[in-house]
C-alpha cells in the first residue's frame, strides 16, 4: 500500500519581521522545509513501513519555487519530490498537492506543516499505521495550561482543559477518503484537513503526538528550534 504525504509550506513570514519566507529560513544550517521533508523521507521512505511506494508532494506559492530551487542547488538537496503550486487557502492548497496523487491509489496520504519539522518518526509511523484501521487519523498532545473560554459581555470562565487537545501534523488519511472531502466547495470552517473530512460525517481517531512537534511561526520559534536542532 503506498504512502503519500503532501507538505504544505505557503507562509509568507510576515510575523517573522524580514523578507524570507520562515519554511527557508535555516535553523541548525539548514532551512526548515529541508529538515522537515528529511524527516518524513527517513521516516516512510527509507523504511519497511514505506519501501520506495508513494511519493512525496511539496506545496508553494508559485513565486517562492524558483528560490527553493536555488536553495535546493546551494546545499545539494536532492532528495525526490514533486512540486506543485499553493493555492488561495490551506484546502486549495491540499487539492492542488492531491492532484498529483492517481485517483484509483489505494493507499495512504498525510498532510504535514512545512514548518513542523520536529515531528518525531515515531509519531509518523504511529499516524500511518492507525489510518490504515480508522481512515483519519490526527496527532495531538494535551494541553497544559489553564484554558478561559470568552463570553458576551466581555465575561470568562476557566474550562477544563481535560476535554481539549492541541492538534498537531501530520493528519492522516485514505486517499480516497480525503479525496472525496476535497471534491467539495471550500467552507471557513475548514482551519485543519480533518475538518474537511469531518464535514462528510467521517469520525477523527485521535493519537499520541510529540510535543516538540512545534509549528515555526515567530522569532522566539526559531530560538527554541536552535536548541531543538541540539537535542532532538
Same mark, same amino acid.
Given at each position: 500500500?503506498?504512502?503519500?504525504?503532501?507538505?504544505v509550506?505557503?507562509g509568507? %513570514?510576515?510575523?517573522?519581521?524580514g523578507?524570507i519566507?520562515?519554511q527557508? /529560513?535555516?535553523?541548525? %544550517?539548514?532551512p526548515i522545509?529541508?529538515?522537515t521533508i528529511?524527516t518524513f523521507? =527517513?521516516?516512510?521512505?527509507?523504511?519497511?513501513?514505506?519501501g520506495?511506494?508513494g511519493g512525496?508532494?511539496?506545496?508553494?506559492?508559485?513565486?517562492?519555487?524558483?528560490?527553493?530551487?536555488?536553495l535546493c542547488?546551494?546545499?545539494?538537496?536532492?532528495?525526490?519530490h514533486?512540486?506543485? =503550486?499553493g493555492g488561495e487557502?490551506?484546502?486549495?492548497s491540499?487539492k492542488?498537492?492531491l492532484d498529483l496523487?492517481? =485517483?484509483?491509489a489505494?493507499?495512504?496520504?498525510g498532510?504535514?506543516d %512545512?514548518?513542523?519539522?520536529?515531528?518525531s518518526?515515531?509519531v509518523?509511523?504511529?499516524?500511518?499505521?492507525?489510518?490504515?484501521?480508522?481512515?483519519?487519523v490526527v496527532?495531538?498532545?494535551?494541553?497544559v495550561?489553564t484554558?478561559?473560554? /470568552?463570553l458576551?459581555?466581555?465575561?470568562? /470562565?476557566t474550562?477544563d482543559?481535560e476535554?481539549?487537545?492541541l492538534v498537531?501534523?501530520?493528519?492522516t488519511?485514505?486517499?480516497?477518503?480525503?479525496?472525496?472531502?476535497?471534491?467539495h466547495?471550500?467552507q471557513?470552517?475548514f482551519?485543519?484537513?480533518?475538518?474537511?473530512?469531518?464535514a462528510?460525517?467521517h469520525?477523527?481517531?485521535?493519537v499520541e503526538?510529540n510535543?516538540?512537534?512545534?509549528?515555526?511561526t515567530t522569532?522566539?520559534?526559531?530560538?527554541?528550534?536552535?536548541?531543538?536542532?541540539?537535542?532532538?
Amino acid at each position: 500500500m503506498p504512502n503519500y504525504v503532501i507538505i504544505v509550506a505557503g507562509g509568507r %513570514g510576515l510575523r517573522m519581521g524580514g523578507d524570507i519566507p520562515k519554511q527557508f /529560513l535555516p535553523v541548525g %544550517g539548514l532551512p526548515i522545509l529541508m529538515r522537515t521533508i528529511q524527516t518524513f523521507h =527517513d521516516a516512510l521512505f527509507s523504511s519497511p513501513l514505506g519501501g520506495e511506494e508513494g511519493g512525496l508532494i511539496l506545496v508553494l506559492p508559485h513565486d517562492q519555487q524558483a528560490y527553493w530551487r536555488q536553495l535546493c542547488d546551494e546545499y545539494h538537496f536532492a532528495i525526490p519530490h514533486e512540486l506543485t =503550486d499553493g493555492g488561495e487557502t490551506r484546502f486549495h492548497s491540499v487539492k492542488n498537492g492531491l492532484d498529483l496523487i492517481p =485517483d484509483d491509489a489505494d493507499g495512504v496520504v498525510g498532510v504535514h506543516d %512545512g514548518v513542523r519539522p520536529f515531528v518525531s518518526a515515531e509519531v509518523i509511523r504511529r499516524c500511518y499505521d492507525a489510518v490504515r484501521e480508522h481512515g483519519a487519523v490526527v496527532p495531538v498532545v494535551p494541553v497544559v495550561e489553564t484554558v478561559r473560554q /470568552l463570553l458576551p459581555e466581555g465575561d470568562s /470562565l476557566t474550562v477544563d482543559r481535560e476535554r481539549y487537545r492541541l492538534v498537531q501534523t501530520p493528519q492522516t488519511f485514505r486517499i480516497a477518503l480525503l479525496k472525496e472531502a476535497c471534491r467539495h466547495p471550500y467552507q471557513p470552517s475548514f482551519t485543519d484537513d480533518a475538518s474537511v473530512v469531518e464535514a462528510l460525517g467521517h469520525r477523527i481517531i485521535l493519537v499520541e503526538g510529540n510535543r516538540e512537534n512545534i509549528k515555526i511561526t515567530t522569532p522566539s520559534d526559531i530560538l527554541y528550534a536552535e536548541y531543538l536542532c541540539q537535542t532532538f
